[in-house]
């Protein structure tokens, strides 16, 4: 019963499908964020675990998950800005109607 | 399944005749019961109470001091045997859950068998408190008590208080002491009532909302330490993870605001998420201020590096912080939902905002969930700027008492005790009533100005200010240390002239109520 | 005309402009404000059209409290139809009273005994300050405020004693009627009257200390939904309103009925900010304007009060024979000063006992046709603000 | 009545379970706490540990399917948070307690209110759908499949180099100390950037004149 790194690494792996799904088959723009957002933590969740189970008293996969973070909302931030741009200018955030790069 | 059920049905029909014989036996009994007790409790109800309050008191002294006592027993045999223990009694808690009881009695095996200054019967008494998953059991349910208890008698607190603000009474029928009960009452009233869920609504969401509230406030009592061993779990970044259980509400009151399929509610939540987004920053770096003077997350650790009384108090420790103090209690106000930042919920413009189409038990957990978070704010505020468990007198004031369990007891009660941090926190709440009964509602454009333009750059200033009052103190400069022990005294006394003058305009405006109120009140109002 | 002293143009109204906002452009949304909404002040149904917190409409509908109180009077004798008139505007029964009395006396040339006159003076301005408080406690209730509410029915309470003393009732007095009042004052009534007076007047600067000049509330109701002198005159706005506008307008001044010509008061009006005690950043025609005007007035009531309970003659109290008294073929209209501005009453006769025509000018009705224009692009908050300072009664509405 | 029964019963189930699931957390952040904290590491490999890992785990899975399989855009953020709350506990689990605070200040409690606020400032009506078609679905699932297969594969036949050694968290100094140090650069230039991405953010939700 003992947990070791291939657990976090599956449950990381099914996520980051997850995540790779959402954002294939979603048209909604925010749909899809909520996909990023999920493979991001998926990719966190690797880095963590490795740090845990493969460097000890480094820290490094601890510290570029925080990265991983700030990148992550900040990603998020100008995301939702630009999907409410999206909807400013054509009423819907169906990623399929927004392909002129006019705006 | 059904060969299950039919065996059931069967047990019942063999054993149901013996049950129903064992419940006629209880009712009369039960009845009987009710017929004495009934007129006792109704009438000696405030006794009652408080002989309740005492009792509890006393039961959690006797719990912390059985643990205390349980492990300094196994330490001292340790220690006579030579021992080096290691994970869960390695040090003092009462509450540990380190190891599973075949680690424990392996360990305990290696001391010398159960604790060998314990005899006859206390060994076998105190044998299952060894173990961490009973003391867990029991921290929990203690948890779980005071995570009811603790917003059920807010409430009526609040009532009261709000009475009294309004030259009313609150309540005074149920309970018979001073309403004592109203809100244990109202609670079960709540219990019964229909759960409505409107037509067209998102059913799933709508039913899974309050939960989203409920639980992240009763997850920020497992960190909230009450005194220095008074806390389920002493978490190293307990401070961070109170902060992100808080901003987990925030979702709650969204999905319900968005599931209720209801206009105003929606209004509510997109307030609700403006506001506490917006706040949470301020609020954040509020918190930043006692982190950066004395460098840990760990609540214990803040609390502890503001002993020695109360000019050594967090708040009283640069100008910064004092000002920081009240920037904080401003952005935790909005962040509880308390007025004047009480917009999500603005009865006279948006109906009840988020709340509207909610009704029964979910209702309550609303209510249950916004003041325990008032109470977790408010120890916060307490823990970090204001010596916590800490008395205003210096705990160096009792080491001529001794350390005989007497002594300890005067010790808890005069210079630190969880009776000092439940003090503190009911005062913060009662200045939290007192503003909501006080002042109007500002308009939501008002509040975000009042974030962005005025906590914001001022909280930031104050951290900037701590960060270098922090460095210069550690320049082991003699005038700088004479500076910071003036500010120290001065900000002190400052504070001291609040903590005085309060009691005594109280005291004032009680001696003088009539006065104040008009002989016509008294004559003409009933229960004047 | 009124003299008008400061002027309100729209160019000082607060503009909420949505690129001056500078807020996120949503989609409008179509909200039903009322007609069961806490602070529409009974019935009234507003329909918002918003954009995120921005209101850029509101469209008042009424009607639901409609009860045929004007057809009512076409059916009754006029002793008869004066607690029709109490159910109008519930908050000021006795001004009501004394309007429809006042019809009835000018038609039938009823000259009213001089202490029925001065009681009459003395109700109404109670019943004035009561209006006022009540309209006080729930500004203070739609802004958020919960305690002043209770402090001001405490005293409204108190008024309520002195009314059910002299009459019996607390809400429905019909106590004035045609010719006079119906009883006279009771024992050591006014010796009561004044120990109130008295205790009032020090609550006053208790209101103005927690509601009026309360940081919070002043930013809540300052140059938030102005009305300007033209659109006061033009939308036919009077009492509190009109003069919330900086019009000096007082039908106790300007048209004195029931002797008010012989009592020294003064008719409060709006100005800016930074003069007298007003605070800063309040314009005239503003909502705290509207409210402050209230204020102001309870204190002059007070004034009135006290002139009019030190020179009650004794007497009669009202005109003898007032039953069965035939109309005559004529009409009159006669407008009095509410606590909510003027309330007319239109009376025709025929001959016979009853009324052929009773036809009422509301002032809460004309006032609240306001509402549309100074609900425009308005934020959510402000509505309740507008629709408190404006002082509606649905009763008195729909009728 | 039977409702009422019905509803009561079923609050008090789920507080019970919601107490529950609060003992289950509160265990293992003490896991977490003494395993990175002060005196001696507790060995992670326990019976609860694991118990808890699993309960975990199938909580991240379910919602992360959750969020593939829902239609409702709301809902999907909901399910996130579920994604989100369980990658925090893994992280209590893994004794990195910093970032599981973290991440439930940051992700739960501001990234996902602003995607549900985006989702209320975006939708005409509560409830809006964008069909996807079916055999654009049929493709993404085979490549996912394929992928998850793969990944599965690799991962559990994979002998990594590392130590496989468990170790003592690190307390929150060591985590400041090495972030202004040896990640000092990118440090700042995380903090550039957040400025940046403000800035960038306020001008993209600008009003139009």
Not at chain 2, 74 to 93: D, K, M, P, R
Not at chain 2, 238 to 266: D, P, Q, R, Y
Not at chain 3, 53 to 67: D, F, K, Q, S, T
Not at chain 3, 372 to 390: H, R
């Amino acid at each position: 019963m003992t947990i070791g790194l291939t657990h976090y690494l599956i449950v990381a792996a099914i996520m980051f499908v997850a995540g790779l799904f959402t954002m294939m088959t979603k048209r909604n723009a925010i749909g899809i964020l909520i996909g990023v957002e999920l493979v991001l933590n998926a990719a966190t969740v690797n880095l963590v675990a490795f740090d845990r189970y493969m460097g000890p008293d480094r820290l490094d996969g601890q510290i570029t998950a925080i990265f991983v973070i700030v990148l992550a909302a900040a990603e998020a931030a100008l995301a939702v800005g630009i999907c409410i741009n999206v909807y400013k200018n054509l009423s819907t955030v169906d990623v399929d109607r927004a392909n002129s790069l006019r705006g | 399944m059904r060969i299950l059920l039919w065996k059931l049905w069967m047990g019942y029909r063999i054993f149901g005749p013996i049950i129903e014989l064992l419940m006629a036996m209880f009712r009369p009994f039960a009845v009987a019961m009710y017929r004495m007790g009934g007129p006792i409790v109704a009438q000696m109800a405030g006794m009652i109470l408080i002989s309740a309050v005492v009792a509890v008191c006393v039961g959690v002294w006797a719990h912390a001091m059985l643990f205390g006592f349980v492990d300094e027993s196994i330490l001292a045999t340790a220690a006579s045997a030579g021992v080096e223990l290691t994970g869960a009694f390695s040090y003092v808690s009462p509450a540990t859950w380190g190891l599973t009881p075949s680690q424990i009695a392996v360990q305990l095996q290696q001391v010398g068998g159960v604790a060998a200054n314990m005899s006859g019967v206390a060994q076998y008494l105190l044998w299952p408190v060894q173990f961490g998953i009973v003391r867990d059991l029991v921290g929990l349910g203690a948890l779980m008590g005071l995570f009811n208890i603790i917003p059920v008698y807010t409430i009526w607190w609040e009532r009261k208080v709000a009475g009294r603000i309004q030259s009313r009474l609150g309540p005074m029928r149920v309970g018979g002491w001073h309403g004592w009960s109203q809100s244990p009452a109202d609670g079960i009233k709540l219990l019964l009532k229909e759960d409505l869920i409107p037509d067209g609504a998102d059913a799933p969401l709508f039913r899974l909302a309050p939960y989203f509230n409920i639980i992240p406030s009763a997850l920020a009592f497992v960190a909230l330490p009450f005194g220095a061993t008074y806390v389920f779990r002493e978490l190293d970044v307990a401070l961070i993870f109170i902060l992100g259980v808080l901003g987990v509400e925030v979702l709650g009151v969204m999905l319900a605001g968005w599931a209720s399929n209801n206009k105003w509610s929606v209004y509510g939540a997109m307030r609700e998420a403006c506001q506490m987004v917006s706040y949470e920053i301020p609020l954040g770096m509020a918190l930043l201020l006692p982190v950066v003077t004395t460098g840990t997350l760990n609540l214990t650790k803040i609390v502890d590096a503001q002993s020695g009384g109360w000019f050594h108090w967090l708040v009283f420790s640069s100008p910064f912080a004092f000002i920081g103090f009240i920037a904080f209690f401003v952005a935790s106000l909005a962040s509880c939902k308390r007025a004047p930042f009480d917009l999500p919920e603005a009865e006279s413009e948006l109906v009840a905002g988020f709340l509207t189409e909610y009704s029964g038990i979910r209702w309550s957990f609303f209510f249950f969930a916004e003041y325990a978070a008032m109470f977790v704010v408010c120890g916060l505020a307490a823990i970090l700027f204001l010596g916590g468990w800490h008395s205003p007198l210096p705990a160096s004031w009792g080491a001529a008492l001794g350390d005989a369990w007497y002594a300890r007891g005067v010790k808890g009660l005069l210079f630190s005790g969880p009776v000092w941090f439940v003090a503190k926190c009911v005062f913060l709440l009662y200045v939290q009533i007192w503003i909501r009964w006080t002042l109007p509602r500002i308009r939501i454009d008002q509040v975000l100005y009042a974030c962005v333009q005025v906590l914001l750059p001022l909280t930031m200033l104050m951290l900037l200010g701590t960060t270098v009052w922090v460095w210069a103190s550690t320049s082991e400069c003699e005038t700088w240390a004479m500076v910071t022990a003036i500010t120290r005294y001065v900000l002190g006394g400052i504070g001291l002239m609040f903590a005085f003058a309060f009691p005594a305009i109280a005291a004032y405006g009680f001696y003088h109520r009539r006065a104040m109120v008009g002989n016509l009140v008294q004559d003409a109002m009933p229960g004047s | 005309m009124a003299d008008t002293v400061f002027e309100a143009s729209p160019d000082t109204m607060i503009d909420y402009d949505s690129s001056q906002q500078g807020d996120l452009r949503t989609e409008e949304m179509l909200i039903n404000m009322g007609p069961q909404h806490p602070s529409t002040h009974g019935v009234l149904r507003v329909v918002l059209r918003t954009d995120g917190e921005m209101v850029l409409e509101a469209i008042p509908h009424i009607g639901y409290l409609h009860r045929c109180a004007e057809k009512i009077g076409e059916a009754v004798q006029p002793y008869q139809y004066v607690p029709y008139t109490d159910r109008m505007d519930y908050l000021a029964g006795m001004n009501n009273n004394q309007a429809f009395s006042l019809a009835i006396e000018r038609l039938c040339g009823i000259e009213v005994p001089p202490r029925g006159e001065t009681i009459r003076v003395a109700f109404a301005e109670l019943n004035r300050i009561a209006s006022h408080l009540v309209s006080l406690g729930t500004y203070g209730l739609d802004m958020g405020a919960f305690t002043p509410f209770l402090y001001c029915f405490r005293e409204r309470e108190m008024i309520l004693d002195l009314f059910e003393a002299a009459c019996g009732a607390r809400l429905t007095y019909s106590y004035i009627t045609p010719g006079g009042v119906h009883d006279d004052l009771p024992a050591s009534w006014v010796e009561r009257c004044l120990e109130f007076l008295d205790y009032f007047e020090t609550k006053i600067s208790d209101y103005n200390n927690l509601l009026s000049f309360n940081h919070i509330f002043v930013k809540r109701t300052s140059r938030v939904g102005v009305i300007s002198i033209d659109d006061a005159i033009g939308y036919g706005l009077t009492g509190p309103c009109l003069r919330g506008s900086g019009i000096r307008w007082d039908l106790r001044k300007t048209a004195p009925y029931d002797g008010y010509e012989n009592y020294d008061f003064d008719i409060p009006i709006a100005k800016p900010g930074g003069t007298d005690e007003i605070p800063e950043g309040v314009i005239v025609g503003d909502c705290w304007s509207r409210y402050w005007v209230r204020v102001l007035e309870m204190t002059e009531s007070v004034k009135i009060i006290r002139q009019a309970l030190g020179r009650l003659p004794n007497g009669d109290f009202i005109a003898p024979k007032m039953k069965n008294i035939k109309l005559p073929e004529d009409e009159v209209y006669v407008e009095v000063e509410n606590p909510r501005g003027q309330l007319g009453f239109l009376v025709a006769g025929d001959k016979s006992a009853i009324p052929s025509r009773v036809k009422a000018r509301g002032p809460s009705f004309c006032n609240l046709c306001i509402t549309e224009k100074a609900c425009k692009n308005v934020m959510l908050a402000d509505v309740p603000a507008i629709i408190g300072s404006i002082d509606v009664v649905m009763g008195e509405v729909d009728r | 009545m039977t409702n009422t029964k019905h509803n009561l019963t079923s609050c008090l189930l789920r507080l019970v379970v919601a107490g529950g699931g609060v003992l289950l957390f509160s265990s293992q952040a003490a896991f977490a706490s003494e395993a990175s904290g002060v005196t001696n590491a507790a060995a992670p490999g326990g019976l609860l540990e694991a118990a808890l890992f699993y309960f975990v785990a199938l909580v991240a899975v379910v919602s992360s399917l959750g969020v593939c399989f829902s239609k409702d855009i709301v809902r999907m953020a909901v399910w996130l948070f579920g994604a989100l709350g369980s990658v925090a506990v893994m992280y209590f689990l893994l004794a990195a307690n910093f970032l599981g605070a973290i991440q439930l200040i940051v992700y739960a409690g501001g990234t996902l209110i602003l995607l549900v606020f985006g989702v209320m400032l975006t939708s005409k009506s509560p409830w809006v759908k964008f069909e996807c078609p079916k055999i654009e679905m049929l493709f993404a699932g085979i490549i996912c499949a394929a992928l998850l297969g793969c990944l599965c594969i690799v991962l559990t036949d994979a002998t990594w180099a590392g130590t496989m050694q468990v170790v003592p968290g690190a307390s929150v100094e060591a985590i400041g100390k090495i972030l202004i140090t040896k990640y000092l650069v990118p440090f700042e230039v995380a903090g550039v950037l957040l400025m940046i991405v403000m800035v960038g953010a306020a001008h993209l939700a600008r009003q139009d004149d």
